[in-house]
């Protein structure tokens, strides 16, 4: 596999102009970036009555959806991929959330890679009717499904979440099945993305990645499966810890070369949390770390 380099949409900057969030699709495409991911949360907590909220994000925090914003840019770019980083499946109904990748996946050409997995707040499974303590099980039925959903024109399948009878989704995605990625670095998330993935989001510091990618490795051989058949791509954040100060340019690019060296098929970049309030002051920055790491060239 290829080195792909990728953009994070800035959603917490940008996540309320639309015009900026195609602006951005589009110029980090003509710069060369092979893909761009969005984050996926459907609402947030109000902290008001909670006072020991330890979660990154709440209701002030703004979220696009993920398939929507997409579909947003699907008609105004040409060849740069979408992934999901990742949507909380579990969270949604499995039929139709394979009805709504498959037609964005149609409306892009093929561009779309869906990144899953099961999330960390209970407030929105919650507010979703979904159950939370059964999140990790309704992933493992919901992966085969929608793998079945996409490349077959009827089936009957029943499980512990769903029951299909002589029933199929139409038109069928042109990727068939729609890649799936999966996140996480719980022991179960990595066996879950060694078994069942097309890739993994390990999602890590590059310090863990090599014992990490070890036991990712091996997981995937105890599978039956080539440890180059799957794929692993990790995220890279200028700023995640707001104690501590942020990476330089230079740190990040040397960050993103130690994950090529350690065998990695890709990273993506955050550039959330450093005070860059317009689009261009993003897309500089995207711009540099690209012509240093050869992006375009």
Same mark, same amino acid.
């Given at each position: 596999?290829?080195?792909?380099?990728?953009?994070?949409?800035? /959603? #917490?900057?940008?996540?309320?102009?639309?015009?900026?969030?195609?602006a *951005?699709?589009?110029? =980090? !495409? @003509?710069?060369?970036?092979?893909?761009?991911?969005?984050?996926?949360?459907?609402?947030?907590?109000?902290?008001?009555?909670?006072?020991?909220?330890?979660?990154?994000?709440?209701?002030?925090?703004?979220?696009?959806?993920?398939?929507?914003?997409?579909?947003?840019?699907?008609?105004?770019?040409?060849?740069?991929?979408?992934?999901?980083?990742?949507?909380?499946?579990?969270?949604?109904?499995?039929?139709?959330?394979?009805?709504?990748?498959a037609?964005?996946?149609?409306?892009?050409?093929?561009?779309?890679?869906?990144?899953?997995?099961?999330?960390?707040?209970?407030?929105?499974?919650?507010a979703?009717?979904?159950?939370?303590?059964?999140?990790?099980?309704?992933?493992?039925?919901?992966?085969?499904?929608?793998? /079945? #959903?996409?490349?077959?024109?009827?089936?009957?399948?029943?499980?512990? *979440?769903?029951?299909? =009878? !002589? @029933?199929?989704?139409n038109?069928?995605?042109?990727?068939?099945p729609?890649?799936?990625?999966?996140?996480?670095?719980?022991?179960?998330?990595?066996?879950?993305?060694?078994?069942?993935?097309?890739?993994?989001?390990?999602?890590?510091?590059?310090?863990?990645?090599?014992?990490?990618?070890?036991?990712?490795?091996?997981?995937?051989?105890?599978?039956?499966?080539?440890?180059?058949?799957?794929?692993?791509?990790?995220?890279?954040?200028?700023?995640?810890?707001?104690?501590?100060?942020?990476?330089?340019?230079?740190?990040?690019?040397?960050?993103?070369?130690?994950?090529?060296?350690l065998?990695?098929?890709?990273?993506?970049?955050?550039?959330?949390?450093?005070?860059?309030?317009?689009?261009?002051?993003?897309?500089?920055?995207?711009?540099?770390i690209?012509?240093?790491?050869?992006?375009?060239?």
């Amino acid at each position: 596999m290829e080195f792909r380099i990728g953009a994070i949409f800035p /959603q #917490l900057d940008l996540g309320m102009d639309p015009a900026a969030a195609l602006a *951005f699709a589009r110029e =980090v !495409e @003509a710069l060369g970036f092979s893909h761009i991911v969005a984050y996926d949360h459907v609402v947030g907590a109000d902290t008001t009555n909670r006072p020991d909220w330890a979660g990154p994000y709440d209701v002030d925090s703004p979220f696009l959806e993920p398939l929507i914003l997409f579909s947003h840019w699907a008609g105004s770019t040409q060849k740069i991929g979408f992934m999901t980083g990742i949507v909380i499946a579990p969270q949604r109904q499995t039929v139709l959330f394979a009805k709504q990748a498959a037609t964005l996946d149609l409306i892009c050409n093929g561009r779309l890679r869906l990144g899953l997995g099961i999330g960390w707040n209970k407030v929105e499974y919650d507010a979703l009717g979904r159950p939370f303590n059964r999140r990790g099980a309704l992933l493992d039925e919901q992966i085969p499904l929608l793998r /079945q #959903l996409w490349t077959k024109k009827s089936l009957t399948d029943k499980g512990s *979440f769903h029951d299909i =009878v !002589e @029933a199929g989704i139409n038109p069928l995605p042109v990727q068939q099945p729609i890649p799936i990625w999966l996140g996480g670095v719980s022991d179960a998330a990595i066996r879950r993305a060694a078994q069942a993935g097309d890739g993994w989001l390990p999602l890590m510091s590059v310090d863990r990645a090599p014992v990490a990618l070890d036991q990712f490795r091996t997981e995937v051989e105890r599978a039956g499966r080539d440890p180059a058949d799957v794929g692993i791509e990790n995220i890279l954040f200028f700023q995640l810890n707001p104690n501590k100060p942020p990476k330089t340019p230079d740190m990040l690019i040397a960050e993103a070369l130690q994950w090529q060296a350690l065998g990695a098929n890709g990273i993506a970049i955050d550039t959330m949390r450093l005070g860059l309030r317009e689009v261009d002051q993003h897309l500089e920055l995207f711009a540099r770390i690209g012509r240093e790491l050869g992006i375009g060239a």
